[in-house]
């Protein structure tokens, strides 16, 4: 593992908030990373992100079963915080579903209205159409290649005073990121640090709370 002290030439602007402060912070098994000496994010680099067709294999590989009483379990350190802060019967996206929608049908069950994107398994390009009260993320936004161009998005789609719920592993120690078990899939292009979820918010001129180890609740501005 070998770290930059400085931002090398011809490296882009940060993906995450654009930038254009990225160093080389590291290289493992002949992948580089950058580190956004901004918004803080680690991101691998463009030439090592995966195809589509390498996602789809790994992500069929997971087993979220809806009905699983564990991965419900889960899920639920993101759908409690969320739901109590819903007022009754909104409308809602599950954003990066998956082939398994479980957090769909968990918060469908809490009496909310679902809709499903995924850009594999659930590509309606019309759901991308509307707006939404709220919108739940549970375990995409590493693999995110333009997370500044996703987060954009988020913003249109949720109405005035809308919420986005997210989970994702915070990167927290630099000393042990090599054997990290969440860089070790190679479908993880992206990682955050609370620092980076605070920064995006306050680029959107969102708030944000970060209710308990690895969730943070947005929310948009009334305007």
């Given at each position: 593992m070998s770290s930059g002290e400085s931002r090398a030439e011809g490296l882009p602007a940060c993906r995450v908030c654009g930038g254009c402060t990225l160093r080389e912070f590291a290289v493992i098994d002949a992948r580089t990373y950058w580190r956004c000496e901004i918004c803080q994010a680690t991101l691998l680099a463009d030439a090592h992100l995966p195809t589509i067709a390498q996602e789809r294999a790994r992500y069929e590989s997971h087993q979220n079963d809806p009905n699983d009483g564990e991965y419900r379990r889960f899920l639920t350190r993101l759908a409690a915080p969320l739901i109590e802060r819903l007022p009754a019967a909104q409308q809602g996206l599950d954003y990066g579903c998956g082939p398994g929608p479980a957090l769909a049908a968990m918060l469908t069950d809490a009496g909310h209205t679902m809709r499903?994107?995924?850009?594999?398994?659930?590509?309606?390009?019309?759901?991308?159409?509307?707006?939404?009260?709220?919108?739940?993320?549970?375990?995409?936004?590493?693999?995110?290649?333009?997370?500044?161009?996703?987060?954009?998005?988020?913003?249109?789609?949720?109405?005035?005073?809308?919420?986005?719920?997210?989970?994702?592993?915070?990167?927290?120690?630099?000393?042990?990121?090599?054997?990290?078990?969440?860089?070790?899939?190679?479908?993880?292009?992206?990682?955050?640090?609370?620092?980076?979820?605070?920064?995006?918010?306050?680029?959107?001129?969102?708030?944000?709370?970060?209710?308990?180890?690895?969730?943070?609740?947005?929310?948009?501005?009334?305007?």
């Open positions: 499903l994107w995924d850009p594999i398994f659930h590509a309606d390009a019309a759901v991308l159409d509307s707006t939404y009260d709220f919108i739940a993320c549970s375990e995409v936004v590493e693999h995110f290649h333009q997370p500044r161009t996703e987060f954009r998005r988020f913003h249109q789609l949720l109405k005035p005073g809308g919420w986005l719920a997210l989970m994702t592993t915070f990167q927290t120690d630099d000393v042990r990121f090599a054997q990290w078990y969440y860089r070790r899939d190679p479908t993880h292009v992206s990682f955050y640090r609370a620092f980076t979820l605070r920064h995006i918010a306050a680029q959107l001129g969102w708030t944000i709370e970060i209710p308990s180890e690895n969730v943070a609740i947005m929310r948009k501005g009334m305007r």
